[in-house]
């Protein structure tokens, strides 16, 4: 099991930028997937980003595809979520997730392990 900490949210204008972080406890994470996830009132919660164990490119939801970037350090225990360009349709709870295995996903169902989330509000 995976504990999951979030940090970085908060209130930007559009057009701004943010930088997500997740700091993990437990001996599993550099072999896990890792992803992010954002749930907007009213709405169910969508992928946005994930990532390999090792890393690599990430793979990303369109909607957020070329603005943000999912990264990990696996020798500090965290992931990463870069949100560039941000817009007010990107105000949600952001969460991050460990997947069930080592490789990407992008469905909740595929993911074991979730944090407490953490705001972010873009103002227009």
């Known amino acids: 099991q995976v504990q999951l900490v979030e940090s970085g949210g908060g209130l930007v204008q559009a057009g701004g930028s943010l930088r997500l972080s997740c700091v993990a406890s437990?001996?599993?994470?550099?072999?896990?997937?890792m992803g992010w996830f954002r749930q907007a009132p009213g709405k169910e919660r969508e992928f946005a980003a994930s990532?390999?164990?090792?890393?690599?490119?990430?793979y990303y939801a369109d909607s957020v595809k070329g603005r943000f970037t999912i990264s990990r350090d696996n020798g500090k225990n965290t992931v990463y979520l870069q949100m560039n360009s941000l817009k007010p349709e990107d105000t949600a709870v952001y969460y991050c997730?460990?997947?069930?295995?080592?490789?990407?996903?992008?469905?909740?169902?595929?993911?074991?392990?979730w944090g407490q989330g953490t705001q972010v509000t873009v103002s227009s």
């Open positions: 997730a460990a997947a069930r295995s080592s490789r990407y996903a992008v469905t909740p169902s595929n993911f074991g392990s």
């Open positions: 437990g001996r599993s994470f550099s072999s896990v997937a």
């Open positions: 990532l390999d164990w090792f890393g690599g490119n990430g």
